[in-house]
Structures are given as C-alpha cells and as structure tokens.
C-alpha cells in the first residue's frame, strides 16, 4: 500500500485514455489516473480498449485506491454523455476532467491526406471538446471543478505533425476559452504540454534496436537537463493543475519538456552532435 497523500481527496476524476499502449513504461494517462487515486480522488478509467483500464484499475486497486472502468469512444457525443453519467452513478459527480486521448502522426500539409487531417482532429481535439461539453454542466451545477488538457510541445513548435500539430493549438485555444467562458462558475481549465517525453506509445512506432535507442538518447538529450522525461512527469504536473494548490491558476499552458521551449537549437546543436549515430 502506498503512502495516500490527499491533495485531492474525495474528489472525482475522469481520465480519458487512461489505459497505455502496450509495452514497457507508461502512458500519461495510466500515470495520471493513478497518482490521481493516490491523491485520494476516485477515478473512472476512460479507454477504448477495456482491458487497457482494467490494467490501470488493478494496479489502482493494489494501492488500495477506488476506480472504475469505463469503456467507449471518446470522439463519440453519445459516449462522452453515458461515460459522464457513469462517473456521477459511480462517484455521485464530477469534480475533475483530464482530457488525456491523443496520438501524433508524421505528415507536412502537402503529404497530409483529408482522412489523416479529420482523424488527428478526432482524437485529439473532438475527444475533448465533447468529454467537456459533457462534464462542464455537472461541475457548473456544483459551483466549480477543474480541467486538464494534455496537449503538447508540437503545438508550439514545428515537428513535421502538421494535422497533430494544429489539433494540439486547437487544444491550448479551446484551453484559454473554456477557462475564460467557465471561470465564474468555478471552473479552472489549463494544459500540459509534454515533451519529449518516453511513452509506450512513442516507443511503438518504430521496431526495437539501435535506431530506436539513438532517437530516445536524442529525446532525452535535446532537454536542458538531459534527463528522459516519462508518463508519470505529465501525470504530476496534471495532479497540481486539478489539486486546490493550483486554485488560482487558469487558462494556462505549463510545457513538461526538460526545458526544450526555453532554448535554441542552436545551443543544443554541440549536445546532440556529440551522440554517437548508429550505422543503419
Ligand atoms: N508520448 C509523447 O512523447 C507525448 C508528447 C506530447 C504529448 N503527448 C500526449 O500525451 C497523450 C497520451 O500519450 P501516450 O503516449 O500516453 O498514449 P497512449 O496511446 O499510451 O495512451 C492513450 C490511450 O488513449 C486510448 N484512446 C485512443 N483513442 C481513444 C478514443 N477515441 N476513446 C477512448 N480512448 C481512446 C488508447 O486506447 C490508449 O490506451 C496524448 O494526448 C499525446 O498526444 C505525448
């Protein structure tokens, strides 16, 4: 049993993409739901493969912390509506949303075909807009709550993601809105904007070997404090934002990235130079 620390203690959270794409690490929404339920908030586990959420459930569980799993897709309004229900039957309301669900996918705008475009907006724009269209109205009627929006250095930066990209700034422009529209009704609503953060998922989309380690050295090399950064770093940073202690902070962006926004590339060039590149 962990230590249970209670910065948001009996409070209700949903978690969007709570479950991680298989393998070894973990995602930032897994990381985020559990050091959630150690904060003391009950979490319902949102993913659209079940067993996923079960995984996240059961290690919640073991910690001696409260969590439900929710199953269904998150782009879908009819989804977003049960999976709100579901918290407030679950844990009697909604207190906490952390709008989790993304995926990043290469492409420039001349390469990006309209399906790519449409389904980088799915995932990672639509699936918040509507878990908030959703949630907003049950902490309104309460008299407040708090968001996070897990968005992302790339929509700050060019990253070859043009479709990602803008879904991300999308995300920080809905971010500044809904804390401007909800702020009176006792509702604050900031981003995270993770790095180069190792994730399974960043993991799994290039096969195991000496090319994938040199890209996960540069990820960590291309940071300030050349350190790797991983799921449970965003799901910190998440805990604060929704917690009391952050009671005053609203439509922010806080970049979780070793401190890649904060250099040129110029300054890190010599660092990342001095990293030994594989053959093939
Ligand atoms: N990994 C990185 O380097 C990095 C960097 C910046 C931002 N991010 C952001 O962090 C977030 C999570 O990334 P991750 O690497 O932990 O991903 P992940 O794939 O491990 O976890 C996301 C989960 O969301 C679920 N999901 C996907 N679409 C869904 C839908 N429509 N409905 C319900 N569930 C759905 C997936 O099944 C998965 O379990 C994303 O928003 C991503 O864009 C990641």
């Not at 897994?30 to 079940?50: C, F, N, P, Y």
């Not at 010599?270 to 990293?275: E, K, S, Y």
């Amino acid at each position: 049993m962990v230590e249970r620390r209670g910065r948001v203690e009996g409070r209700a959270a949903i978690v969007t993409g709570a479950g991680s794409t298989p393998g070894p690490g973990i995602g930032t929404g897994k990381a985020t739901a559990i050091v959630l339920a150690r904060e003391g908030a009950s979490v319902l586990l949102v993913d659209l493969h079940a067993e996923r959420a079960e995984e996240t459930r059961k290690l919640i569980e073991e910690e001696g912390g409260r969590a439900e799993v929710f199953s269904g897709d998150v782009s879908l309004a009819a989804d977003c509506e049960e999976m709100v229900a579901a918290a407030v039957e679950a844990f009697g309301t909604v207190d906490i949303l952390v709008n989790n669900i993304g995926r990043a996918a290469l492409g420039t705008v001349v390469d990006t075909t309209e399906e790519d475009w449409d389904r980088a907006f799915d995932i990672n724009l639509r699936t918040a807009f509507l878990a908030s269209k959703y949630a907003v109205p049950v902490m309104a009627a309460q008299g407040g709550g708090s968001i996070v929006n897990i968005s992302s250095i790339s929509a700050l930066r060019g990253d070859g993601t043009v479709a990602y990209s803008a879904a991300k700034g999308g995300l920080i422009a809905m971010t500044v809105d809904m804390a401007y529209a909800h702020g009176r009704q006792g509702i604050r609503v900031n981003a995270v904007a993770p790095g180069h953060i190792t994730t399974p998922m960043v993991m799994s989309v290039s096969a195991p070997g000496p090319r994938a380690e040199f890209m996960n050295t540069m990820r960590s090399e291309a940071g300030l404090l050349g350190t790797p950064g991983d799921g449970w770093d965003v799901g910190w940073a998440a805990a604060f934002l929704v917690s009391d202690e952050a009671r005053w902070i609203t439509g922010a962006v806080l970049p979780v990235d070793s401190g890649v926004l904060s250099v040129t590339p110029l300054m890190m060039a010599p660092r990342l130079r001095g990293v030994p590149e594989p053959e093939s």
